[in-house]
């Protein structure tokens, strides 16, 4: 029996088999030797269990060669595991715009470990904290053109810079109030990281006006168009004219009572309210008319280029812009609106800066393309920024007809050369930012996951946004297949922004 070969039970063993000494018991002399062993102990088991000090020393070596592979099966199997799942996190909070409730509802499903509610939160805190708000050049200075603004989540403001042309978020914060000081805070950490400003595109707010002026007092300021004009009258616009539409349908209704009457006395009563109805319609579609056309004169004043596609001349337009106004402040009736025009007055030189920027591209193109094509191009561009902005369907598809027509006349003229000078004209015409509108399509990019925090966002999950938002790669439009960081940088960018963040994660 003593002579027979031992089996490979649970770990080799150099020694004969003896039936005596189950596995078991094997187990139990290996543990006590390995974990528990004080002076004497070796000696004890041997005696014990009528075994030589060496076998039990035999037993110890293979048994803690065991323990530390499978602990190091273990700890790869479970690093594999919160990897995977710190990935489906990201994935379905970002990508899916998914609550966290939600995320782990999903996962749960999926039958994914590390699915709590409080895991998920932590993970997606930890990797915010890895992340930072500002973005860097490490290697050197970059320009680019800032388009700032606050939005809010509930009362509390995110300040937000970005670069319109890239469409990257160069900065985002989130502040107990809209200060001075914070925007100057951000701006310093922008300037001391290597991203300098060639103009800033900004609205009428004093907080940012004073930090622009002590972080970046040479720097050209443009002020917002859309925010000085579009969002102040555009509002009257729509009031003026529902209130129309309003007074039409009254006197419409006079009018059928009045035909309803039976008794002439009545017919006299009902024609007074009738006529009084018509005074006040003709009065309302005349004060909608007359602001029509003082808003949308206003409107033309910031269209760049004539019917030929030449550029205008920017004192004409600002002279225009300014009897405009003063003709908008003689006629219209409304005293409200009025001070709004007189509003407008007192900054109309600050609003047309981006006339000195198109005209120093113009000059560089010039010398590069034909002049025929270069003014089709212009008023593609123009046409283009004119349908993206038109509400009516009616209205934005006519636009949409000549803007055809004009692609379909530059690719005549370019014939071969058609895609390379299209897009390196348009990329420079792009770089003409006139309001800090693109700010206003991130706050409609970061709203849902606003609402599915409740509107109670933190810093970190801010930074993560913006990390996802500067990586990810855009499905349609005319950035369609790039990344913000892509156009920003110059460099191509060859894995998708999830490789890129796991990168950056320490997974404990």
């Known amino acids: 029996m003593h002579n027979q070969e031992e089996p490979k039970i649970l770990f080799k063993s150099s020694s004969s088999r003896r039936m005596d000494l189950t596995t078991e018991i094997r187990i139990k002399i290996a543990t006590i030797s390995l974990f528990f062993c004080i002076h004497g102990t070796i000696t004890k088991l041997s005696q014990r269990y009528n075994i030589s000090r060496q076998f039990v020393y035999n037993l110890k070596t293979e048994f803690e060669d065991f323990y530390q592979l499978s602990e190091q099966k273990i700890e790869s199997k479970l690093d594999t595991t919160l990897f995977y799942s710190y990935k489906m996190a990201l994935s379905l909070r970002m990508e899916g715009k998914c609550s966290i409730n939600s995320t782990s509802t999903i996962m749960r499903r999926l039958g994914i470990s590390f699915s709590s509610v409080g895991s998920i939160s932590e993970h997606l805190k930890h990797v915010g904290q890895t992340l930072t708000n500002v973005i860097s050049n490490a290697d050197g200075v970059t320009f680019a053109i800032f388009a700032s603004d606050e939005i809010y989540s509930k009362k509390r403001p995110i300040l937000i810079t970005c670069d319109p042309v890239s469409f990257t978020i160069l900065h985002i914060k989130l502040c107990k109030s809209c200060t001075s000081k914070a925007w100057e805070t951000e701006w310093e950490r922008l300037k001391a990281n290597g991203v300098i400003p060639l103009y800033i595109v900004k609205d009428e707010g004093t907080e940012m006006s004073c930090a622009s002026t002590k972080i970046f007092p040479d720097t050209k300021i443009q002020s917002d168009t859309y925010h000085a004009v579009s969002h102040k009258l555009g509002l009257w616009h729509i009031r003026l004219e529902a209130y129309a539409y309003k007074k039409i ?139 993206i902005k038109t509400k009516d369907s009616k209205i934005a598809k006519k636009i949409k007809i000549q803007e055809d027509n004009l692609l379909a006349d530059i690719k005549e003229l370019t014939d071969t050369k058609f895609e390379q000078v299209l897009g390196k004209t348009l990329e420079k015409l792009n770089c003409i930012v006139q309001s800090s509108s693109a700010v206003e399509c991130i706050n409609s990019i970061l709203r849902p996951y606003l609402n599915t925090c409740k509107n109670q966002p933190t810093q970190e999950f801010l930074n993560l946004f913006m990390f996802y938002h500067n990586h990810r790669r855009f499905r349609a439009g005319k950035r369609k297949g790039r990344t913000p960081m892509e156009m920003f940088t110059g460099e191509i960018q060859s894995r998708d922004w999830l490789d890129l963040l796991m990168d950056k994660i320490e997974i404990e």
């Open 249 to 387: 349908e009254t006197e419409y209704e006079k009018e059928r009572l009045l035909n309803n009457s039976k008794t002439e006395e009545i017919r006299i009563k009902r024609n007074l309210e009738y006529q009084t109805a018509k005074d006040k319609t003709v009065r309302a579609l005349n004060n909608l008319d007359d602001f029509e056309f003082i808003y949308f004169n206003l409107l033309s004043c910031f269209e760049l280029f004539d019917s030929n596609g030449n550029l205008k001349n920017k004192n004409h337009a600002i002279d225009k812009f300014k009897a405009t106004l003063e003709l908008g402040i003689e006629c219209l009736e409304y005293e409200t609106l009025i001070k709004r025009l007189e509003a407008i007055f007192k900054i109309k030189d600050r609003l047309f800066y981006f006339y000195d920027i198109a005209s120093d591209i113009l000059n560089g193109l010039k010398k590069e393309t034909d002049t025929l094509i270069l003014n089709f191009i212009c008023l593609y561009w123009q046409t283009d920024k004119r349908w």
